[in-house]
């Protein structure tokens, strides 16, 4: 776990009003500072080390993804709202993209709507450090239920997007339900062992469930499970070719 470090995030974390999250979520407050202007002393890197407590070769890395951040007022304002759930700056070292989120327009409308879907506030922490990415998506929230029902729990579903990290802000209607369906088809009514391709284009997985029957894997059969689970890792040429080798 990086260690805190700098005045910036003392005071931030010091101080009740700085936090822009109070909760209950619902009931969301305006307290993030007024935009100011770009300041010409400000470096995204230094300030990566002294107040996130990334090391210099990972600021360095993440500064430029980053490089529109010109002021410290954004930044600040999100460092605030993940202490808020109780996050640490590992996760910035992990995904610095967060430090560039609008905090009253993105972030704390998805923790709220979150809560009103009845995630604990730990809960909603474990989600934005293990998805990152989609914690920044608003159709978290819509797809959160659907999610939900599909995997049976709260703790299965994280186990799903630790490898399919993006399931949570994928298109539901022209991804995740649609390659459901196909694996439905095949006898698969448990997704999670194939999960990570609820997120690919249907198409792809109509080739894998093609490549795996032309591997002599039954539909239905634990083999073809596996085999289907093997070809997931093959690029899009190799899946398309890989009948033809065994024919």
């Known amino acids: 776990m990086l260690r805190l470090r700098g005045s910036t995030v003392s005071r931030l974390l ?15 407050t305006s307290t993030v500072a007024p935009a100011v202007s770009p300041n010409p002393s400000f470096a995204v890197d230094e300030y990566l080390v002294d107040t996130c407590g990334l090391t210099r070769a990972q600021a360095l890395k993440a500064s430029t993804k980053i490089s529109r951040i010109k002021s410290p007022t954004k930044p600040n304002a999100v460092l605030a709202f993940l202490a808020g759930l109780g996050l640490s700056t590992a996760a910035v070292a992990k995904d610095p993209q967060f430090l560039c989120a609008k905090v009253e327009r993105t972030l704390a409308p998805i923790a709220a709507g979150l809560t009103d879907l009845g995630l604990s506030r730990s809960e909603i922490a474990r989600l934005a450090s293990l998805v990152p990415a989609s914690f920044r998506c608003k159709s978290i929230v819509s797809n959160l239920p659907y999610c939900l029902s599909l995997f049976g729990s709260f703790e299965n579903l994280l186990l799903v997007v630790k490898h399919t990290s993006y399931l949570l802000s994928s298109d539901l209607e022209n991804a995740v339900k649609p390659n459901i369906a196909i694996l439905k088809e095949c006898g698969l009514d448990d997704c999670i062992f194939v999960s990570r391709m609820l997120t690919s284009k249907p198409e792809r997985v109509q080739a894998m469930v093609a490549c795996a029957e032309g591997l002599g894997a039954p539909r239905g059969s634990a083999m073809f499970r596996h085999a289907l689970h093997a070809v997931g890792f093959l690029s899009k040429e190799s899946i398309t070719a890989k009948p033809k080798w065994t024919t």
């Not at 010091?14 to 969301?28: D, G, N, Q, V």
């Open 14 to 28: 010091s101080s009740p009003a700085a936090c822009p999250i109070p909760f209950p979520l619902h009931r969301l």
